[in-house]
């Protein structure tokens, strides 16, 4: 059994970004266990402070996969501040985390044209100053998200079909 995480990177109840993670859970082959994180439960990181309950949660559920499927929207050329703050919190001790040596796929999403390429960039340089091992496939960036839903739901069929072959590659490695 393969067990990934998957984390999204918006918190907005409509979140396109959060449908398309929706929607590669529901792909998933038999074999495969997903949990998503809660990474709105999470305080902001301060380092006099161990995170509670919430945080040490997140931690056990990263230690726990043989992978981390991460699922977020751009904002303002980068990664949201949420994400962010679950990773840095999750990022202890440096160097030597639950992130250390994790496969991990990134997958970003705008409502514009360039698919969040930005953040795809920024998340990569974040996973490897954590020693995690962002996965190499064709990038995954998904423009136009918004409309690629259905009644909440991500339907649209050709974004599907190109993370297919990246997720199969993907939990070869992580398998
Ligand atoms: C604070 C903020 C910053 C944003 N910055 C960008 C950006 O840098 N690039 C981009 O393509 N879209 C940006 N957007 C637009 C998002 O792509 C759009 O709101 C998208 O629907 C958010 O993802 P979601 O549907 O998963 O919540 C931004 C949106 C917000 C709220």
Redesign the pocket.
């Known amino acids: 059994m393969t067990k990934l995480l998957f984390v ?5 109840a ?7 993670l929706h929607a590669m859970i529901a792909r998933l082959p038999g074999g495969t266990t997903a949990e998503t994180a809660d990474i709105a439960a999470l305080p902001h990181y301060n380092a006099d402070h161990d995170g509670g309950p919430e945080t040490a949660r997140l931690l056990a559920q990263v230690k726990a996969a043989d992978g981390v499927v991460f699922v ?7 990664v ?1 501040g949420v994400l962010k703050n679950a990773i840095d919190w999750a990022s202890r001790p440096g160097y030597n985390s639950v992130f250390k040596g994790k496969p991990c796929l990134i997958v970003t ?8 390429v ?2 795809q960039g920024h998340l990569r340089q974040i996973l490897a100053a954590m020693l995690a091992e962002p996965f190499t496939w064709q990038e995954i960036v998904v ?1 136009f ?2 409309k690629k839903l259905t009644d909440g739901t991500f339907t649209d069929a050709e974004t599907l079909a190109f993370i297919d072959p990246a997720m199969t590659a993907f939990l070869a490695r992580c398998g």
């Open positions: 999204p990177g918006s918190l907005r409509g979140a396109s970004s959060t449908a398309l977020t929207p751009e904002y303002n050329y980068s949201p999403t705008s409502a514009g044209a360039l698919g969040g930005r953040a423009p998200a918004p």
